[in-house]
């Protein structure tokens, strides 16, 4: 039987995705969720939950995943600790809701996999992006077919940012890949529609202090031909749209903020066209009349979600048991990748 009331929380990690971002996003859910517990190894940041919230506060994982109350463990901790911090949680059967990347390899992840199969709890994994409006609006385009066959997908993350916190460094799960990667690789695999039939990457240290990377480009092609193209630069001065996609008889770009579309007027017919073997003239090809709509549309998918709308799936799929909209096989390919954009390069 399931427990009733909002879901107890116990949070690890109350930095700038535990303090910043989970606990900002809980607000206004509290008839969903409420945190219980809260774990940090610095002091500071424990008194600030405690006052907070009037949660129980504890300086190692260890004591938080031992507390009776915890139902969910949310993990925001840094990204070379998520593995040991979700086995340790999921040994001990609790929920867990494991933020980005959920590992720092492939291996990793098919062990939390294995794991999540024979616990008492779930592994949930946050990839929240998913619930981008932009992103779902653009796959309801694609999926309306008005661009007709889409081949290829191009989806972009960029600036310039001589950065130096963990993030650049290597030891602590650092780099582009394991960063803002999770996400995007996550958003490109479900536009690819089908199996990844072949890949190609490059990682490059641009414009960062650290030793990871911070530029790195992937192209994936799926067993039905279409291509995703992913580029993440932190070296970029000049950026590319957010997402830029082709078909066969339109193409969309979006900024996040917007999409501009042209494609042709489905209401009318095309000129029927066959190839000509002939000597050619001065043309290329004879002249064919095209009628092309173009217009800009704000972001607004017909299922009007935001990137909060994770917690509500997660609520729904442990006091409803309705399927999380994140399988975690998917989330496990995601590592694949990751693991073979890394491999045999300097950052690995």
Known sequence: MRANGPIRVGLVGLGRAGWGMHCEELIGKE????????CDIIPERCARMAERYACA????????????????????TRSHDH?????????????????????VNYDEACALQAL?????????????????????????????????????????????QRRDDWQTIKAFGGGQLLNWGPHVIDQGLRLLGAPVQSMWSQLQLVAAVGDAED???????????????????????????????????????????????????????????????????EGFGTPDVLSWVEETIPVHPQLVVDLTSIWDALYAAIRLGEPFP????????????VSMAKADTVFA
């Not at 008839?31 to 809260?38: E, G, Q, T």
């Not at 399988?327 to 694949?336: S, W």
Request: glycine share 8%; charged share 25%; aromatic share 6%.
């Open 31 to 38: 008839d969903k969720f409420s945190i219980v517990a809260a």
């Open 57 to 76: 506060t504890y300086a190692t994982i260890e004591e938080l995943v031992a507390d009776p109350q915890v139902e969910v463990v949310d993990i925001a």
């Open 83 to 103: 593995f040991a911090h979700a086995k340790l949680a999921l040994e001990a059967g609790k929920h867990v809701f494991l933020e980005k990347p959920m590992c």
């Open 116 to 160: 999540d199969a024979v616990s008492q709890g779930t592994l949930y994994i946050r990839h929240n992006r998913r619930f981008e409006p932009a992103f779902q609006h653009v796959r309801e385009i694609m999926d309306s077919g008005l661009l007709g066959n889409i081949f290829e997908i191009k989806l972009r993350r960029g600036g310039y």
């Open 215 to 281: 530029q790195l480009k992937i192209l994936l092609t799926g067993e039905n031909g279409r291509l995703v193209d992913l580029e993440i630069c932190g070296g970029a001065a000049l950026t590319e749209p957010e997402c830029l996609v082709w078909g066969s008889k339109g193409s969309l770009r979006s900024t996040g903020e917007d999409i501009t579309l042209k494609y042709l007027d489905p209401s009318v017919p095309l000129q029927p066209r066959v190839p000509n073997p002939g000597t050619p003239g």
């Open 326 to 337: 994140i399988p975690l096989q998917e989330a496990v390919d995601v590592m694949r990748v």
